[in-house]
């Protein structure tokens, strides 16, 4: 199916573990982001690609950093998670605003 | 920088009944205005959205208003149906990357 694929569904860390969050899309968009989601705030921007090759700060980068791989792959890592980083992480890409983003299923991480 | 406040947090309509969801924006150079619905344990999804040159949209039972003066736009959903209880997400954007500003989200509960 056409989409954005993000990769794990759940993880839970302990406290100072890395792990890295994997997204792919195979509707050659050209713009890719990372959002974290928390209860009654919305969603935030942690980091975006506008294009392959390059890669720029959100609302909220600290604590995380990000690698577009090619066009089809983005991946957020957390070097040492800590609690603050549990959240839901969306991974949503785009290449015009006819069609809005597309986002990805979600993880759903904790760090306990 | 950009600031999207979004409200009521909550609202509960009868069915069959009109909803309205009101957002204003901050910074007078935003040109897009979307809307998202998320439903529990889902990913965000377009349902509508507006540009700055155009003053109303409609899309069967929603509609999307802007009034650029006073800088808020506004979703109306008429003859509420149980399956529009969700999670409403505003957002503006000014720049060509599509990076979004988002509302907190507004939690819609249709009583049957």
């Known amino acids: 199916n056409a989409g954005v694929t993000q990769t794990p569904k759940f993880q839970v860390l302990k406290t100072g573990q890395s792990m890295t969050l994997q997204c792919a899309q195979d509707?050659?968009?050209?713009?890719m982001y990372w959002y974290r989601q928390d209860p009654g705030m919305g969603l935030r921007l942690i980091y975006y690609s506008a294009s392959e090759g390059t890669t720029d700060k959100g609302e909220v980068p600290n604590g995380y950093n990000v690698s577009r791989l090619n066009k089809r792959e983005f991946s957020l890592r957390l070097e040492s998670a800590a609690p603050s980083q549990t959240s839901v992480y969306f991974c949503?890409?785009?290449?015009?605003?006819?069609?809005?983003?597309?986002f990805g299923s979600g993880t759903r991480l904790t760090v306990v | 920088g950009e600031n999207v406040e979004q409200h009521p947090s909550t609202l509960s309509v009868q069915e069959g009944d009109s909803a309205v969801i009101k957002c204003t924006y901050s910074d007078s150079a935003s040109n897009y205005f979307p809307w998202y619905k998320q439903e529990l344990g889902k990913r965000p999804q377009l349902i509508i959205d507006?540009?700055?040159n155009v003053g109303e949209k409609k899309d069967q039972r929603i509609a999307v208003t802007l009034n650029k003066t006073a800088k808020h736009f506004s979703l109306h959903i008429t003859e509420t149906q149980p399956e529009d209880s969700a999670v409403y997400f505003c957002a503006a954007s000014k720049g060509s990357n599509y990076q979004l500003i988002w509302g907190a989200g507004t939690k819609l509960i249709i009583k049957p």
């Open positions: 949503a890409s785009i290449t015009g605003t006819a069609e809005g983003y597309t």
């Open positions: 507006i540009r700055s």
């Open positions: 509707m050659n968009h050209n713009s």
